[in-house]
């Protein structure tokens, strides 16, 4: 059904509830490697119980079954994790400061390095697309580069100040080696490497941007910025807030390829009046479709409208699941491999599985 017919009708069918941890589930990250023709998609979640699972799907019976808890390695809350491209390794973050590595050996999960350096809780991580550099951020206002090095070696590259509060994510660009956080400190920050191999600041997106003029109306966001998320392109960014509203943002890609510094990102839309709690995550699927997860329980899906206005395009709500989970939604994230299957996770603990179908009614 086409996304972009306004007449079309969807559902949000749920697969599976996936229990087994025993505390709020903080976020999760499907294996990019796995759900092609010959593999079954892989599931990896993170939660207050200071634990990992690893979920997979059956090939006979097409259900989700825990395969490995990774525990005894982070002593407080897991906060964030996810695969490297390859799908060899997984990273994860806690709230006890450090960062684990793990990889698969033989079916079984191994702790390979731990990252130390950050005073205190690490909220998430984040790999760049040629799994040669990671990236964490933490409560204590930094974000640190880690260079990858042989042997399951990592070596700080850079330590990066600039927010004035806790950073809540950090998240590569899809092809390029630029880096995005945001923060407490409701702005978007965009860093890349200069000339001499040091990392710097290149935009804040705040709520009044230099770049902007002062009879403008502000642009950024006004409170805590959740998350962050890109499109297909890699051309259109979009972030949560505590504010309630989603942002679109846009850069000319092909600048930024050529390595020109002076590109900026430029609000180009905001959804409001859709969420009234906050916003904890949103993400962009490879057809366009926006998924939000936020603080009343609900799951909410946007796509751009057909009659998008001169000015900049608009979104329209295509889907709102009232209650799709007990308690706020930490997280949502799209298969990597299946069009319109999407996973969530809760302050109810327990992780679903999702299909945005055609409503037949």
Known sequence: ??????????????????????????????????????TQPVIASCSGDKTVRIWERSALTRSWDCK?????????????????????????????????????????????????GHENEVKSVSW?????????????????????????????????????????????????????SCSYDNTIKVWAEDDTGDWHCIQTIGESSKYYLKSLPKIGHSSTVWAISFNAEGNKMVTC??????????????????????????????????????????????EGII??????DAIRFFVESKDSAVDGPSYRLLLKKEKAHDMDVN????????????ASASDDGTIKIWELAANST
């Open 128 to 180: 760049n697309a040629s799994e040669s550099l990671l990236a964490t951020c933490s409560r204590d206002k930094t974000v640190w580069i880690w260079e990858v090095m042989p042997g399951n070696e990592f070596e700080c590259a850079s330590v990066l100040q600039g927010h004035t509060q806790d950073v809540k994510m950090v998240k590569w660009h899809p092809t390029m080696d630029i880096l995005f």
């Open 1 to 38: 059904m086409d996304l972009n017919d306004e007449g079309s009708h969807f559902e949000l069918k749920e697969i599976q509830t996936l229990s087994g941890h025993t505390d709020r589930v903080w976020s999760l990250a499907w294996n990019p490697a796995t759900g092609t023709d010959d």
């Open 331 to 342: 997280v949502v994230q799209w298969s990597p491999g299946e069009n319109r299957v999407l």
């Open 241 to 286: 807030s505590d504010d309630l509203t989603l942002k679109v943002w846009e850069a000319d890609i092909e600048g930024m390829r050529s390595g020109d510094d002076q590109v900026l990102w430029k609000h180009i839309s905001t959804l409001t009046g859709y969420h009234d709690r906050t916003i904890f995550s949103v993400h962009w699927s490879r």
């Open 68 to 116: 490995a808890v990774l525990e005894e390695t982070h002593t407080r809350t897991v906060r964030s994790c996810t695969w490297s491209p390859s799908g060899k390794l997984l990273a994860t973050a806690s709230f006890d400061a450090t960062t684990a590595i793990w990889e698969n050996v033989g079916g079984d999960f191994q702790c390979v390095s731990t990252l130390e």
């Open 291 to 296: 998924a939000s997860g936020a603080a009343d």
